[in-house]
C-alpha cells in the first residue's frame, strides 16, 4: 500500500522565502480595516497574485464545476456528468477577462449531481434537495468574500442551475450574472440523451438487441460538455435565466465547447464589471415583470414542469410575489407554444438548433408582437428587454445564426422557432395543465402539449378511463413494464413517492419507457412524485396531497377505476376514483368512498429515506410545499417551531 521509499521523500522543507515584493498597505487601511481583509492581501500574494496588482475590484466566480481534466480535456477523474465538465473552461475565460480589465477574480465550486444518472436509484432522493442545499452554500461562499464587488455563476444542469439562480436572486445589492454551461450535441447518427435512458426497458420488450443498445449508448452524449440535447429541467432552467433578464443576450443552449460559448463568458464578465460601474444590482433585475416574463417564455417553449417548482423558489428568494396555480392556468391559456424541439415536437429538433433559430431572443420577438412581453424590464446588459429585441432584431448574429441553421442541416429556422398563426396550423397547443379532482384536491399537474396525438380525440381532449395498478416503488413499477405487467389501457398509480417518501423523486425511468414502447402512449400515469423535464405522455404528477401527509391517491388499490379528462385546449383536466369493478360512481360518491377508506397497506416512506431529505421534507411543508417551490420560508419556519415547542410544554 505505502509503496518503495525514495530518497527525495525525505528532503521535507521547513521554511520558505515567500512572496517577493510588499502589500500596498496604507496608514488607513491598517487603523480601520478588518484583520479579515489585511489578512487576505496576503493569502492572494500567497496564491500567487502580483502585489502591485491587489487594488483591483474582486468578482467572484462560482460554478457547478465536477471532475478533473487535463488541459487537452482529456480524464484524470470523471465528473457525475457532462454538463458541469466543461464549465472550468468558461470560468477561465471570465477571469481573465476580468484580469486584462484590472480586476482580480476569485473562484469557488460547489458540484452538482445527474438526474439522470440516478434515476431508478437511492441517488434520487437527493435530487431535489440537493438544490436548497447547493443554493445554501452558495450564498455562504458568496458572504465568505466580503469583499467581492460581484458575482458570477456559472452552471448548467436540473439542480445545479437553479440552485445558483436561488443564491443570486438572493443576492439584492449585488451586481451578479448568470452564465449557462450549453448543451451537449446529439451524434451525427443514434439516438438523444433522453431516448437513450429507455435502453433497458425497450431491451426487455423485444425492441432492440444488445449490440445495438451497446453501440447507442456510446455515442449518445456527442460532446463532452454540456447539459442534454433535449428541452428537459436544463435547458429549460437555462432559457429561464435569460427569460428573466439574468444572462447576457442568446447565452442560453449555447454549444458547449465552442468559440461562441466561451466568447459568452468574457462578454458575461464585461457586463458584470459594467453593472458594478452604473450601480446595477439583483433587486434592479428580478422584479415582478421578470418573473412574469419568465413564465411566458417558459409557456412559449413548452419548458419542463420542474419550474414550477423552480421559479416560485426564484420569487421567494429575491423577495417577489410567488407565482400561484391560477397564474399559470392564464399564462398558458394566453400563450401559444412556438418552440419545436426534442421532446415535445412535432419535429424532434436537438436544442443546438434551438440555439441557431435565435433562441430566447427570437421567441421573445414573437412574444413582444403578441403584447405579452413586460418589454421594461431590466437585464444584466443595462439595458431592457425591450432595447435587447430591438438590437438582435437587425442584429448580424441573428442573420448570420439563422442562416448557419440553414445551410449546416437543412432546416428552415422558422420551422424550429414558428410564428404564432404557423404554429396553430402545425398543432402546437399551449404547455401545461393542472387537473383537479377526488385523486387531487390541491392539484396536479401534466405537459399536456406532450400528449400523443394520436390518443386525443378531435375535441382536443385525452380522455382515459381504466383500472388501476397500483405501486408503492418505483423499482416494482419499472420491473411491471419490463416484465410484461402493463398493457394498452393499464393507469399506472405510483404513490408514497412525494417529498416526505422519496423527496420527492422524478420517476423518468417510467415516463420514458412508455413513450418509446409500442403500447406506451395507451398508459396513463398518475403520481405524487414528479416528472423529468423530457418526460412526455400522459403522466399526472405533483398530485396534492401527496400519499403520506393524507392524500386521497394514498387510498388507491388495484381494480380501482379512474377517469382521466385532459382538454389540451381548454388547459383544463380532472382526475377522479370512480369505483371499484364494475361498480361505477359519480365522482361525488366516489370522494365519499376514499374518505372512509384505509391508506394502501403498502404505503410508507421508503425506508433507505436518509434524515437530511426527511429533515428538508419537513422544512418545505410548512414553509408551503411544492406548490410554492419548496422553498425554506424561515419565518414561517421558526413560528412552527415557536409553537411546536410551546405545545410540548404544555403536555411536559
Known amino acids: 500500500m505505502m509503496g518503495e521509499d525514495k530518497e527525495e521523500w525525505f528532503a521535507v522543507k521547513t521554511h520558505a522565502q515567500g512572496p517577493a515584493g510588499s502589500l500596498p498597505l496604507t496608514s488607513e487601511m491598517l487603523m480601520n480595516s478588518p484583520s479579515g481583509e489585511l489578512f487576505g492581501l496576503s493569502q492572494n500574494v500567497g496564491m500567487g497574485w502580483t502585489p502591485s496588482k491587489l487594488n483591483g475590484h474582486q468578482y467572484l466566480l462560482l460554478s457547478t464545476q465536477g471532475g478533473i481534466r487535463k488541459e487537452d480535456g482529456s480524464a484524470v477523474a470523471l465528473g457525475y456528468h457532462t454538463g458541469h465538465w466543461e464549465v472550468g473552461l468558461l470560468m477561465q475565460a471570465a477571469a481573465e477577462e476580468i484580469t486584462r480589465s484590472g480586476g482580480i477574480p476569485f473562484a469557488g465550486y460547489v458540484s452538482d449531481p445527474c438526474d439522470g444518472r440516478t434515476q431508478g436509484t437511492e441517488g434520487m432522493f437527493d435530487s431535489l434537495p440537493y438544490r436548497n442545499d447547493a443554493s445554501i452554500v452558495f450564498k455562504r461562499l458568496i458572504r465568505s468574500l466580503p469583499t467581492r464587488r460581484g458575482v458570477m455563476g456559472v452552471a448548467t444542469c436540473d439542480k445545479g442551475l437553479p440552485a445558483m439562480m436561488m443564491a443570486l436572486a438572493e443576492m439584492h445589492e449585488l451586481p451578479c450574472i448568470i452564465v449557462p454551461g450549453g448543451v451537449t450535441l446529439p451524434p451525427t447518427e443514434g439516438?438523444?440523451?433522453?431516448?437513450?435512458?429507455?435502453?433497458?426497458?425497450?431491451?426487455?420488450?423485444?425492441?432492440?438487441?444488445?449490440?445495438?443498445?451497446?453501440?447507442?449508448?456510446?455515442?449518445?452524449?456527442?460532446?463532452?460538455?454540456?447539459?442534454?440535447?433535449?428541452?428537459?429541467?436544463?435547458?429549460?432552467?437555462?432559457?429561464?435565466?435569460?427569460?428573466?433578464?439574468?444572462?447576457?443576450?442568446?447565452?442560453?443552449?449555447?454549444?458547449?465547447?465552442?468559440?461562441?460559448?466561451?466568447?459568452?463568458?468574457?462578454?458575461?464578465?464585461?457586463?458584470?464589471?459594467?453593472?458594478?460601474?452604473?450601480?446595477?444590482?439583483?433587486?434592479?433585475?428580478?422584479?415582478?415583470?421578470?418573473?412574469?416574463?419568465?413564465?411566458?417564455?417558459?409557456?412559449?417553449?413548452?419548458?419542463?414542469?420542474?419550474?414550477?417548482?423552480?421559479?416560485?423558489?426564484?420569487?421567494?428568494?429575491?423577495?417577489?410575489?410567488?407565482?400561484?396555480?391560477?397564474?399559470?392556468?392564464?399564462?398558458?391559456?394566453?400563450?401559444?407554444?412556438?418552440?419545436?424541439?426534442?421532446?415535445?415536437?412535432?419535429?424532434?429538433?436537438?436544442?443546438?438548433?434551438?440555439?441557431?433559430?435565435?433562441?430566447?431572443?427570437?421567441?421573445?420577438?414573437?412574444?413582444?408582437?403578441?403584447?405579452?412581453?413586460?418589454?421594461?424590464?431590466?437585464?444584466?446588459?443595462?439595458?431592457?428587454?425591450?432595447?435587447?429585441?430591438?438590437?438582435?432584431?437587425?442584429?448580424?448574429?441573428?442573420?448570420?445564426?439563422?442562416?448557419?441553421?440553414?445551410?449546416?442541416?437543412?432546416?428552415?429556422?422558422?420551422?424550429?422557432?414558428?410564428?404564432?398563426?404557423?404554429?396553430?396550423?402545425?398543432?402546437?397547443?399551449?404547455?401545461?395543465?393542472?387537473?383537479?379532482?377526488?385523486?387531487?384536491?390541491?392539484?396536479?399537474v401534466i405537459k399536456s402539449t406532450a400528449i400523443d396525438p394520436s390518443v386525443v380525440s378531435e375535441d382536443g381532449v385525452y380522455r382515459h378511463m381504466g383500472k388501476a395498478k397500483v405501486f408503492t416503488s418505483e423499482k416494482d413499477a419499472i420491473a411491471a413494464i419490463k416484465q410484461g405487467g402493463i398493457e394498452a389501457g393499464d393507469i399506472m398509480v405510483l404513490i408514497g413517492r412525494g417529498p416526505s417518501g422519496t423527496g420527492m423523486e422524478e420517476t423518468y425511468q417510467l415516463t420514458s419507457a412508455l413513450k418509446h414502447l409500442p403500447f406506451g402512449k395507451r398508459v396513463s400515469l398518475i403520481t405524487d412524485a414528479r416528472f423529468s423535464g423530457v418526460s412526455t405522455g400522459a403522466c399526472i404528477g405533483h398530485v396534492g396531497p401527496e400519499a403520506l401527509v393524507g392524500g386521497p391517491i394514498g387510498k388507491l388499490r388495484d381494480g380501482d377505476m379512474i377517469d382521466i379528462k385532459i382538454d389540451r385546449i381548454r388547459l383544463e383536466g380532472s382526475i377522479h376514483f370512480i369505483g371499484h369493478g364494475e361498480m361505477l360512481l359519480t365522482p361525488e360518491e366516489g370522494a365519499k368512498v376514499l374518505a372512509a377508506r384505509d391508506p394502501n397497506p403498502k404505503l410508507a416512506a421508503d425506508p433507505r429515506l436518509p434524515d437530511d431529505t426527511r429533515l428538508w421534507a419537513a422544512l418545505q411543508s410548512v414553509s408551503g410545499g411544492t406548490w410554492a417551490g419548496s422553498v425554506y420560508d424561515v419565518e414561517r419556519i421558526l413560528a412552527v417551531l415557536e409553537a411546536g415547542k410551546k405545545a410540548l410544554n404544555k403536555v411536559e
Open 191 to 444: 439516438e438523444d440523451a433522453g431516448k437513450i435512458q429507455t435502453i433497458g426497458a425497450r431491451y426487455a420488450n423485444g425492441e432492440m438487441t444488445l449490440e445495438e443498445a451497446a453501440d447507442l449508448g456510446c455515442r449518445a452524449c456527442a460532446t463532452p460538455g454540456g447539459g442534454c440535447q433535449f428541452l428537459g429541467t436544463a435547458a429549460t432552467s437555462q432559457v429561464v435565466a435569460e427569460a428573466m433578464g439574468m444572462t447576457v443576450p442568446h447565452a442560453a443552449l449555447a454549444p458547449s465547447g465552442q468559440p461562441i460559448w466561451s466568447e459568452m463568458a468574457r462578454q458575461s464578465a464585461r457586463a458584470l464589471m459594467l453593472m458594478d460601474n452604473k450601480g446595477i444590482h439583483m433587486k434592479h433585475i428580478l422584479t415582478d415583470a421578470a418573473i412574469h416574463n419568465a413564465m411566458i417564455v417558459h409557456a412559449a417553449f413548452g419548458g419542463s414542469t420542474n419550474l414550477l417548482l423552480h421559479i416560485p423558489a426564484f420569487a421567494h428568494a429575491a423577495g417577489l410575489t410567488t407565482p400561484t396555480v391560477q397564474e399559470w392556468i392564464r399564462i398558458n391559456r394566453t400563450v401559444p407554444r412556438l418552440v419545436s424541439v426534442l421532446p415535445n415536437g412535432p419535429d424532434y429538433h436537438p436544442t443546438v438548433r434551438v440555439f441557431l433559430a435565435g433562441g430566447v431572443q427570437e421567441v421573445m420577438l414573437h412574444l413582444r408582437r403578441l403584447g405579452v412581453l413586460e418589454e421594461q424590464a431590466l437585464t444584466v446588459t443595462g439595458e431592457t428587454i425591450g432595447s435587447v429585441l430591438d438590437w438582435w432584431e437587425q442584429s448580424e448574429r441573428r442573420r448570420r445564426m439563422r442562416s448557419r441553421l440553414l445551410a449546416q442541416d437543412g432546416i428552415d429556422p422558422d420551422d424550429v422557432i414558428m410564428n404564432p398563426q404557423k404554429a396553430h396550423e402545425r398543432g402546437l397547443t399551449s404547455t401545461i395543465t393542472f387537473p383537479i379532482g377526488n385523486l387531487a384536491p390541491e392539484g396536479s
